[in-house]
């Protein structure tokens, strides 16, 4: 029960941020990757803060022996850049690019209940299902 | 500077999530692993599968508290035509599957790690979102 309330709580709190920073407004997402035209800039500041405090919590929170209310810590130990890396993060790209939203903005967004987020929503389930379906079959 | 004050904090509220994960949990916060883990064709289950469900929960419900708090959910319209919308979201569903990770999981919590893999999708998912909003406004 522990579990799943942090879970909870960790997880009103990430869709606070989102909401907060304008990550659940595609206009200010788009217009952070529209170089070419009126750059708004803004959108690096939530990378930026997010990235500097995330590294100085991890520092402090991966020096403890173990999670408070886990066996251990799962951290990814991958090295490698493969093409599965490369490619689906170029199509992860293209994806956000047409449309403005990444997964976490795109599940927050959904309490707006319009239908064209849904959809969105709905598509990004399907493409996750096919490649895990093929990753599955090797 | 106010235009910069409230990425700041919400990126701020983004990694205090991920570090309470962290300590807590012991997980790396990446909402396409979070969401994709409930798929088949091996879904995640029992406490595992509770676990992802109640963050998506709270996911769904940040942007209502902000409602409460600031009178604004901060929820904007999409501002693209249905098709784009469906074809991008099929898109970021397949990248974010194939590289095993976003703009949270390999973008805050990967670059955090130092992690030379995040490091790579990072660059390439920007790279190739930057491309695609210039053909999109400014050659199509």
């Known amino acids: 029960m522990a579990r799943i309330i942090t879970a909870l709580v960790a997880g009103l709190i990430f869709g606070l941020g989102l909401a907060v920073a304008g990550m659940t407004n595609p206009a200010k997402v788009l217009g952070f990757l529209d170089f070419a035209g009126d750059w708004d800039p ?62 976490g903005p795109a599940v927050s967004s959904l309490v707006s209940g319009a239908t064209p987020v849904v ?20 | 500077m106010s235009q910069f004050l409230l990425p700041t904090l919400g990126g701020a509220l983004i990694a205090l999530s991920s570090i ?8 790396i916060t990446g ?4 969401v994709g883990g409930l798929l088949p064709p091996a879904p995640a289950r029992g406490a595992d599968a509770a676990v992802r469900v109640a ?3 709270g996911l769904l419900a940040g942007p209502l508290l902000l409602a409460v708090i600031a009178g604004n959910n901060g929820i904007g319209a999409p501002i693209v035509e249905l ?3 469906i074809a991008g979201g099929f898109l970021v569903g397949v990248g974010t599957a194939l590289s095993a990770g976003c703009t949270s999981g390999h973008g805050i919590c990967g670059l955090s790690r130092l992690s030379p893999r995040s ?20 050659l199509l």
């Not at chain 1, 803004?42 to 991966?62: D, E, H, P």
């Not at chain 1, 709905?122 to 079959?137: E, F």
Request: some cysteine; charged content about 10%.
């Open chain 1, 42 to 103: 803004s959108l690096a500041f939530v990378m930026g803060a997010g990235v500097i405090i995330t590294f100085i919590g991890y520092r402090l929170v991966l020096a403890q022996p173990r999670p408070v209310l886990a066996e251990k810590f799962q951290i990814p130990t991958r090295k490698d850049i493969d093409w599965n890396l490369i490619g689906g993060s170029a199509i992860f790209g293209i994806g956000w690019g047409l449309a403005g939203y990444c997964p």
């Open chain 1, 119 to 138: 959809l969105l929503v709905v598509s990004m389930l399907v493409g996750m299902l096919v490649v895990r379906v093929i990753k599955a079959r090797g």
């Open chain 2, 20 to 27: 309470i994960m962290m300590a807590m949990l012991g997980r």
């Open chain 2, 31 to 34: 909402i396409s692993g979070i």
């Open chain 2, 55 to 57: 963050f998506i929960v």
């Open chain 2, 83 to 85: 098709p784009m919308m």
């Open chain 2, 119 to 138: 490091f790579a999708a990072v660059m390439t998912f920007m790279a190739t979102g930057i491309v695609t909003v210039f053909v999109v406004r400014h």
